[in-house]
């Protein structure tokens, strides 16, 4: 495992580096909601809000497709009560809509039955990383920094190892340090600063 403290020279400035605007509009989530609502954009478009731009979505392939499946089960497997597991469903923030692969939320099913969750109740986010990589460095890193989100995981499938990026600085739009575990490390779950089992990096790996 490796631990880096991330400064901002080390991120991304620009609004759009990372993305394949597939808009030249800009949208508020209101209005991207709304869209939906209509039918303008349907339900199971392959896009996502991200910084106010409609970006395409990547085609997932079968290893993407069994880490996602595989981390949401294990994870599932160890969460406490009063904690739901969520796979490529819709989080909000103030200015985006992201679908993250795997997303653990305080509450339950029935909290969610007419509205998506909020900040708040977000308290992991998992991306699964291979053509989506440049994106979920930069893009998706800076939204869910910027909203507060207490742990992102990187599950990078070209390096084999998973990205763990903690103490959100909002502000600043960036995860404040990043460990790295490797294939032979053994993967701490922490969720709101209590240790609730640990993986192996290959347990997660297709």
């Known amino acids: 495992m490796t631990t880096d403290t991330l400064s901002p020279e080390a991120q991304e400035s620009s609004v759009t580096q990372g993305l394949e605007v597939a808009s030249m509009w800009r949208f508020s989530v209101e209005q991207y909601q709304q869209m939906i609502a209509s039918g303008t954009i349907v339900e199971d478009a392959p896009v996502e809000l991200l910084e106010g731009w409609i970006v395409t979505k990547m085609s997932k392939n079968p290893p993407h497709i069994y880490s ?50 909020n900040l708040n109740e977000t308290v992991l986010v998992i991306e699964v990383s291979d053509a989506t990589l440049r994106r979920d460095h930069t893009v998706k890193q800076r939204i869910y920094a910027s909203a507060g989100i207490p742990v992102y995981w990187i599950i990078n499938l070209i390096d084999s190892v998973i990205e763990v990026y903690t103490q959100p600085l909002p502000e600043e739009k960036r995860y404040g340090e990043k460990n790295v575990y490797g294939l032979e490390d053994t993967l701490p779950f922490i969720l709101e600063n209590k240790e609730l089992a640990t993986f192996t990096v290959k347990q997660f790996l297709p």
């Not at 497997?77 to 993250?100: A, H, K, M, W």
């Open 68 to 117: 996602t499946e595989e981390s949401a089960e294990l994870i599932r497997d160890v969460l406490p009560r009063g904690y739901l597991i969520r796979r490529q469903d819709p989080i909000t923030t103030n200015d985006s809509q992201p679908e993250p692969d795997v997303s653990v939320i305080k509450g339950t099913r029935q909290d969610f039955r007419a509205r998506l969750p």
